[in-house]
């Protein structure tokens, strides 16, 4: 039996300090009428040589990013993990530790946290940042939740543009709470300055807008904040971190909260989680009496030595219950560390370049693949690693011939959006090489 | 052994011009500057200000911060309520290969055949152990899988146009999610009394219990480590009210194979893949939440789940009584990969042994511990046990968290404390299945050693830690909730 160390020997002689002469006495509270009594219908058990080639048999039926050339983005992207990223998430003094509430045995956890929150204000120039919630969806509905806790407004706004499934998580949780919930049309690809006042009043608790967008197109942040802060909202924006390295961020452009999805940042894609919810925002007792989740806070010790501990717990469920900022408890603790890895390893000059091979690398691809006749830009508005593309027929049917010479070339937008139902999105990662952006273009020729 | 080298706050060792990643030259012909491609308007006038450090200075410091954390695999920990069991190194090396690890999440049905059969698996394991046959994989963690279940009530109580039940019981013991999880979801929480058993006061849950009463939250074996004898009474008063029951199934570890919530009269509940199929803690997550509801509750679930048809696999989205999403994504997939092929690996005799096993060990430690604690309620208990620790803080001024404290100098994690409420000076103890007796002894022991210390030592314990008693009003106080360099310090807004 793997992982359990009784032997019989032990077990009799447990049993008999306990005084009880079998395990099963041990369960004599368990009423007869609710015991099953049966085995349960699993299969198994397996040798750990079963195993593995259980699970190699089964990973073999999928193509994945390793196998093919991976075009595909819509919030989670093929970027390079640097080896160090999986050497230091991989130390099991990190990865079978639990939540560092005792201080004294958890301080690699709690300054390697410290460190990502740090990283993490710096990366945005926003003032505050959490310990991690657990995706970029669920990290722009805590951001919702937080606006109407400082607003104490009941409205809120949302760009079509922002990512559909991030829209869907935000009407979840405002289907359940005293709040409306409003989207904005985004014909053009973005949202339009002009547009924007028309969707905001004094009862706006906050406007989200993602800037790239859904579409990988740029928004104007500017204007989104000085309307939202005109009327007295908050201004909610969700950002790409590696966009970081070259574009302006969430504090140049006045956001009051700014929250991502963190999986570019050395996380890998693995069918969509584990990934890192980033929340920062300004630094404002207001913001921070309503900030959810976990921080870290440094102080001294008894010996005046600088160390670190979870700080401003009243907030959390632990303590406030029913009326905690928010119900998390376990966040992404792991995905934080690899987060911080990955910026150290990367540094300034390594996130800027990054960027901006990405940008050159869409560029170049939008480029090729917009001179195959009937095959152009959707949106003429700016953009960064991720663009759309119309396409002539039927985009299911293109994207499988593509499957078939070996892309996962793009995303179909129709699922998401009826009227785009001709268009594709493409996101080019700095991974992506010439070859592989060319080849692409020639199979879509082929497949036209 | 404590190697400083390198562990510095990461910007104090910072030198302009150091680096670690590089990344190739551009080999797409791009010769125009950045600001042809995106407007300046849109650029950043210079780049993030991270630190600049050099491989070998970011292995030092990330590997040498990583020794000054207790885990599972360096120390036993018991820490209540968590299920610190040992996590199979196996489930990493499979976890890592690329035929998991790079499988985009909006990738085609038909390029996913393996992964989406590994998932289907999984949710058919998981209706199996819990006995509720319908499962979403969806929530991220176990307060995720709370909020989702009751986002499902709200909905089905909706459906049914009974949009009165606006109460959520949750008893006195209850994790803190699950209040917190019941007020996000727009109820109204009303708290049950425990009895002086530990059990939920039957008495005091009649008198709450009425037609407006949407959910009881109910954590069965509770986080007393005691089961429910009257679960089946209490599922049947809450039915025979038009109330649904929800199990918090953080203690899942203690009934697999054993007894199964839909047996025992619950409705919808959540697992932590994290706690009781062994996907490792990472520190604080990730964790995994998925939840299992009954048949009548199943068009309410989270879209997508897997379904099979014929030989095939497909992610079905189309769920129009669906709540929607609560995370973006098919869920922490990477945490119910690793739980799936712990499951695979146990198979049925194993996941009853575990049981079995978490039991006995709880048990033994627990008549260790009897010997030198008060336990307040009585045995057997199932996988875990809260003593007190009032007695000798009434006799020696030791506290429970002096005790914890005290603990880390022999090398053991603490067991969590202050938790639950009901019990003064708790220590919760969860020894899990995976520890020795051997392990067990020398824990009780070193517990039994510690009360007759010298109550000073035990007051300023730990020792032999890299820091000891940390400040923590000084830390709420001062708010330093990131790294600034020295020369601004004085003119942080919020040390005004």
């Known amino acids: 039996m793997p992982y359990i160390l009784n032997t019989p020997d032990d077990e009799k002689a447990m049993l008999a300090a306990i005084g009880v ?35 190699l048999r089964l990973l073999a039926k999928n193509q994945s990013a390793a196998n093919t050339i991976c075009f595909l983005g819509g919030g989670a992207y093929d970027h390079f993990i640097p080896s160090v990223v999986d050497v230091i998430a991989g130390r099991s003094e990190y990865y079978t530790a639990y939540t560092p509430y005792q201080a004294e045995a958890s301080q690699g956890t709690l300054q390697a946290i410290f460190e990502y929150q740090s990283l993490m204000c710096v990366l945005t120039g926003m003032d505050v940042a959490n310990a991690s919630l657990y995706d970029g969806g669920s990290a722009t509905a805590e951001a919702m939740l937080m606006a109407l806790g400082i607003t104490k407004r009941s409205e809120v706004v949302v760009a079509e543009s922002v990512h559909p499934e991030y829209r869907q998580v935000l009407a979840t949780y405002a289907a359940n709470l005293n709040c409306q919930l409003r989207t904005v049309p985004t014909p053009e690809g973005f949202l339009n300055p002009n547009d924007i006042r028309a969707c905001l009043s004094e009862a706006t608790a906050c406007i989200i807008v993602q800037s790239p967008n859904f579409f990988g197109h740029l928004e ?74 976990r921080l870290v806070g440094e102080t001294v010790d008894r010996h005046g030595q600088r160390c670190w501990v979870l700080t401003l717990q009243p907030r959390e469920q632990h303590i406030a219950r029913a009326n ?57 508005t700016p953009f960064f690693k991720e663009f759309t593309l119309r396409v002539p027929g039927d985009p299911i049917n293109l994207l499988a011939k593509l499957r078939s010479a070996g892309f996962l070339a793009g995303l179909p937008l129709g699922r998401w959006y009826p009227h785009l139902a001709d268009c594709i ?11 592989e952006i060319d080849g692409l273009a020639a199979a879509l020729r082929d497949c036209l | ?49 991270l630190p600049e450090v050099g491989e070998i200075d970011l292995i030092r410091h990330f590997t040498n911060l990583s020794t000054r ?13 968590c299920t610190m069991k040992y996590n199979p190194k196996r489930h990493e090396r499979l976890a890592s290969l690329p035929g998991f690890a790079a499988l985009h999440p909006l990738q085609d049905d038909s390029t996913l055949q393996g992964i989406l059969e590994i998932l289907y698996e999984m949710q058919q394991f998981l209706a199996e152990i819990s006995g509720l046959p319908a499962v979403s994989l969806q929530p991220a963690a176990g307060a995720q899988g709370e909020l989702t279940a009751l986002y499902v009530a709200a909905a089905y109580f909706r459906d049914k146009g009974e949009t009165h039940r606006r109460k959520v019981l949750v008893p006195d ?25 530990g059990l939920v006061d039957l008495h005091d849950l009649k008198t709450k ?29 809450l039915h025979a009210k038009g109330a649904l029951v929800y199990l918090d199934g953080a203690n899942m570890n203690a009934i697999l194979g054993i007894t199964r919530p839909g047996d025992f009269g619950a409705d919808m509940q959540h697992y932590n893949v994290h706690k009781t199929f062994t996907g490792p803690h990472g520190g604080g997550g990730p964790g995994s939440g998925p939840i299992a509801v009954r048949d009548f509750l199943a068009p309410y679930l989270p879209a997508p789940i897997v379904v099979k048809e014929g030989d095939q696999y497909r992610l079905n989205y189309d769920m129009p009584k669906s709540i929607g999403r609560v995370r973006s994504f098919f869920g922490n997939v990477g945490i119910l990969f690793r739980g799936y092929c712990y499951i695979r690996t146990l198979g049925a005799e194993g996941l009853k042994r575990v049981a079995q096993h978490a039991v006995l060990n709880a048990n033994y430690l627990r008549t260790r511990v009897a010997q030198i604690f008060d336990i307040p309620h009585p045995g057997p208990c199932m996988h875990e046990f809260v003593a007190s620790a009032r007695s000798l803080l009434r006799e020696r001024k030791i506290s429970a968290k002096d005790i914890c404290k005290r603990l880390l100098d022999y090398s053991f994690h603490a067991p969590t404390v202050y938790f639950p409420l009901v019990v003064p000076e708790a220590l919760m103890m969860e020894p899990t299945e995976t520890e020795s007796k051997e392990t067990l002894d020398a824990f009780a022991n070193t517990l039994a050693r510690i009360q007759d210390e010298d109550p000073e030592i035990v007051r300023t314990a730990p020792h032999t830690h890299i820091v000891s008693r940390p400040d923590e009003v000084k830390a709420a106080k001062d708010q330093k909730l990131r790294w600034k360099p020295p020369t601004a310090t004085s003119s942080l807004s919020h040390e005004r």
């Open chain 2, 69 to 81: 954390n207790m885990s599972i695999d360096t120390n036993f920990y018991p820490l209540g309520s």
């Open chain 1, 324 to 380: 905690a900022t928010s119900n998390i408890c376990t966040n992404q603790g792991l995905l934080a560390l690899r987060a911080a890895v990955y910026l150290t390893a990367l540094g300034p000059q390594g996130l800027k370049e990054t960027a901006e091979l990405c940008t050159r690398k869409a560029h170049y691809a939008a480029e090729q693949l917009t001179r195959i006749p009937g095959v152009s830009l959707r949106f003429r």
């Open chain 2, 209 to 237: 219990l009425s037609d407006d009463t949407a959910v009881f939250m109910i954590t069965n074996p509770n986080t007393l480590g005691l089961f429910e004898t009257q679960i089946k009474t209490i599922t049947d008063w």
């Open chain 1, 21 to 55: 002469s079998s395990i099963e006495d041990l369960f004599a509270k368990v009423p007869p009428e609710v015991r099953l009594n049966r085995l349960l219908n699993i299969p198994g058990p397996m040798a750990e040589m079963e195993l593995q080639a259980h699970v």
């Open chain 2, 1 to 49: 052994m404590n190697n400083t080298q390198s562990t510095e706050v990461l910007f104090e060792f910072s030198k302009p011009g150091r680096r670690c990643h590089r990344v190739p030259a551009c080999d797409v012909p791009s010769p125009q500057p950045l600001s042809e491609l995106i407007p300046a308007n849109f650029l950043a006038k210079s780049s993030p200000a």
């Open chain 1, 220 to 293: 104007d942040m500017e204007a989104v904040a000085a309307a939202a802060h005109s009327v007295g909202g908050l201004f909610v924006a969700s950002f790409d971190p590696i966009s970081l390295g070259i574009l302006q961020r969430p504090g140049d452009y006045r956001a009051d909260i700014a929250v991502a999805e963190g999986q570019g940042l050395g996380v890998p894609l693995q069918f969509g989680g584990p990934y890192l919810g980033i929340l920062t925002c300004r630094d404002d007792p207001r913001f921070l009496r309503k900030i959810p989740g």
């Open chain 2, 173 to 197: 013991s209850a994790h803190g999610t699950n209040p917190a999880s019941a007020a996000l979801a727009g109820f109204d929480t009303v708290t049950i009394k425990s009895g002086l058993d």
């Open chain 1, 425 to 435: 999105s493409i996101a080019v990662t700095e991974q992506r090489t010439q070859a």
